[in-house]
């Protein structure tokens, strides 16, 4: 369903009600100080805020595959099965040979974009912040 001008407007005024730009204003100089205190660059630090705030208020919501990554790697880092690991056993044991070789470099590919989102947000969510 797509929003109307309307919609947007009134959930545009809703933010700005409730203080959403000022709340953004604050953590992000907060993470602009984190980010200053672990060497890390400040206007990549920037641009991921801004990109991160978008996605907020575009509604995007979080992608399972992703977030089934994210935790393995977390967990346990990169790891020499995670295509082993993310396979999906019981689909995968129904679909015949040339099935298998397109679902594991589909599964290949979605991981490795994965593993590349993984390592940009590694650099300003969770590096440092460890306690």
């Not at 346990?76 to 397109?102: C, F, H, N, P």
Request: charged letters at 45%; one cysteine or more.
């Amino acid at each position: 369903m797509e929003k109307t001008l309307k919609t947007l407007a009134k959930e545009a005024k809703m933010r700005m009600k409730k203080g959403f730009w000022k709340q953004c204003e604050e953590e992000l100089n907060s993470e602009l100080t984190h980010a200053k205190e672990q060497g890390i660059n400040e206007s990549k630090m920037e641009r991921y805020f801004a990109e991160k705030v978008s996605t907020r208020i575009r509604g995007d919501e979080p992608d399972e595959f992703y977030l089934k990554v994210r935790d393995m790697l977390l967990a346990e880092g990169e790891v020499s099965d995670a295509i082993g690991r993310l396979t999906d056993k019981r689909y995968y044991e129904t679909l015949s040979y040339s099935e298998k070789q397109r679902y594991t470099l589909d599964l290949s590919e979605k991981y490795l974009r994965a593993l590349e989102r993984f390592k940009r947000e590694y650099e300003f969510e969770f590096k440092g912040r460890k306690a």
